[in-house]
């Protein structure tokens, strides 16, 4: 047993006190919020510009509220996402600041996934048994990657088509195709985030089967079911604009995706068996 994992098992037999486990909790929360609030500030109230040394053009930031990399990322997605024709109108004064704040706060959490994974890792790990610790290191790659595409399938499908139909919707009405420009940041951002949250489906259900709480083979006897909830969740997360375009869509992804965890969740099911039957050798 190496030294790490005794330490790691000294600490495990070792009750502590309810209050030190809320102490820990606190104080790792708060560093997770100092890097938060950081990441935040550095991209509301922060660009950049570019200085020459010698042949090298190198990126500086500096103090910026109106050219900062929030408002540069808005800028981005407007001119890509926002189809020709819709236009975006300002409604409250307030409206620019709290838009640039919503892309601040995204890119805030984004770049501090590594700090919540430590310090969440830190907190929990000293409770794990060696199996869950194992399940913890393995699902993180496909969580991350599973949500990344979920949040990429959001921002190149979800969100031009919805922009779309709103602006054919308006045009055959007679209507002024307009949207405020704070609706379109939450929409963006929203739609992003559940998303990528829908896309850990087939992760939740090989987690299920290698916990135990599901047989892979129950998976596969009620895939109707699991069909059935993939629409409904396509109908929660969905912006219901576009006359069922997008919902059946993302129910279609969702169905696919559950096959993908069913097949998941039977490979786990193999590998946890040769596991446990080498153990009892």
Avoid: C
Avoid at 236 to 256: D, F, H, M, R, Y
Wanted: no cysteine; net charge positive; aromatic share 16%.
């Amino acid at each position: 047993m190496s030294e790490r994992t005794a330490r790691t098992e000294q600490v495990k037999d070792v009750e502590r006190p309810l209050l030190d486990h809320i102490l820990e909790l606190a104080r790792r929360v708060r560093r997770v919020l100092v890097f938060l609030l950081s990441f935040f500030l550095f991209f509301f109230a922060f660009g950049y510009t570019t200085i020459q040394v010698g042949n090298y053009v190198i990126p500086v930031p500096y103090p910026s509220l109106f050219d900062s990399f929030s408002v540069i990322m808005v800028r981005w997605i407007i001119y890509h996402v926002l189809p020709p024709g819709l236009k975006l109108i300002n409604l409250n004064p307030l409206d620019p600041m709290i838009a640039s704040a919503y892309f601040s706060f995204f890119l805030a959490v984004f770049f501090s996934i590594p700090v919540i994974i430590r310090e969440a890792w830190a907190f929990v790990s000293p409770g794990l048994y060696e199996h869950e610790r194992r399940l913890f290191k393995r699902v993180m790659v496909p969580a991350l990657l599973l949500y990344a595409g979920g949040a990429a399938f959001a921002y190149f499908v979800i969100i031009p088509l919805m922009m779309k139909f709103v602006l054919i919707f308006t045009n055959e009405l007679g209507v002024e195709p307009t949207l405020s420009l704070r609706a379109f940041a939450s929409t963006v951002i929203t739609m992003m985030a559940v998303t990528g949250l829908a896309f850990e489906y087939p992760l939740a259900m090989a987690i299920a089967t290698y916990l135990g709480l599901v047989k892979a083979k129950t998976w596969f006897e009620n895939w109707r079911w699991g069909v059935i909830g993939a629409f409904i969740i396509a109908w929660a997360i969905s912006p219901g604009t576009t006359g069922g375009v997008i919902e059946t869509t993302i129910g279609l992804i969702l169905s696919v995706l559950y096959f993908v965890g069913a097949y998941a969740a039977k490979a786990v099911e193999r590998r946890k068996g040769r596991e446990n039957r080498r153990l009892k050798r």
